[in-house]
């Protein structure tokens, strides 16, 4: 019974890995196109730029905070992609405003964006770390990078092709987001499908410490600390 919610878990896995691919080519590449078209100066373009990232890898503390309160690595990941999903939805509709603010609210927005998506990705390989074996992790996500290399692709020239074409009409960036929105709704309906141990062996046992992160970042040779959640590596792909 087991093996098969874990197998079908891993299909899910992949769909989502789709929809997150899809989503991400419609959404990365023209972030910056978008908030031109919004009237953004070179200072917005820079903060629009660093500031998201810059929030976003604080992320870290904030997940294994979250998933020792609510017991649950799916819950944070469900929850984070669901906002993320959000965020594209509305960052679509800046495009229609006409108050003169649609430049900062497309910021926060992104900031959002960003931090939600990282916000997701040590609960969600944690896991995938409970589904797959040491041994065939590495043969299991090269086959899933492939696919989402693929789909990656695809949609980040169709909306490439569809910009170039139709230079001035700024509307497109409206239905390309919303389209972008859609897929990572997707992407959340397949994260709440997909199995978490009962036994929940996978949780950390302590809430995250400020000092103990900065202690480790600033001084990586300290050995004293040990770290229950594992999986700080890689961007949710």
């Given amino acids: 019974m087991v093996k098969g919610k874990v197998r079908n878990s891993i299909n899910y896995s992949i769909k989502d890995g789709i929809c997150w691919s899809v989503m991400i080519g419609f959404v990365e590449p023209y972030i910056v196109p978008f908030a031109l078209t919004l009237g953004a100066n070179n200072i917005m373009i820079g903060l629009i730029r660093s500031l998201p990232s810059l929030i976003s890898s604080f992320s870290q503390i904030i997940s294994q905070t979250l998933v020792y309160i609510y017991r649950s690595c799916k819950k944070i990941v469900y929850y984070s992609v669901f906002i993320q999903a959000l965020s594209v939805f509305f960052v679509s509709f800046t495009v229609l405003d006409t108050t003169?603010?649609?430049?900062?609210?497309?910021?926060?927005?992104?900031?959002?964006?960003?931090?939600?998506?990282?916000?997701?990705?040590?609960?969600?390989?944690?896991?995938?770390?409970?589904?797959?074996?040491?041994?065939?992790?590495?043969?299991?996500?090269?086959f899933r990078t492939q696919i989402i290399g693929l789909f990656y692709f695809i949609s980040s020239f169709l909306a490439s092709y569809l910009l170039k074409e139709n230079p001035n009409n700024k509307m497109l960036f409206l239905y390309i987001f919303l389209?972008?929105?859609?897929?990572?709704?997707?992407?959340?309906?397949?994260?709440n499908k997909m199995y978490e141990p009962e036994k929940l062996f996978h949780i950390p046992k302590e809430k995250s410490d400020v000092k103990i992160f900065l202690n480790f970042s600033i001084e990586p040779k300290i050995k004293k600390y040990t770290y229950p959640y594992l999986c700080f590596y890689s961007p949710h792909t």
């Fill in 179 to 191: 389209l972008a929105s859609f897929f990572r709704f997707c992407s959340a309906y397949y994260i």
């Fill in 100 to 142: 003169g603010y649609s430049v900062y609210i497309f910021l926060i927005l992104i900031i959002i964006y960003t931090f939600s998506g990282a916000l997701a990705t040590a609960p969600w390989f944690t896991l995938m770390g409970e589904y797959l074996p040491p041994d065939k992790r590495g043969r299991f996500f090269g």
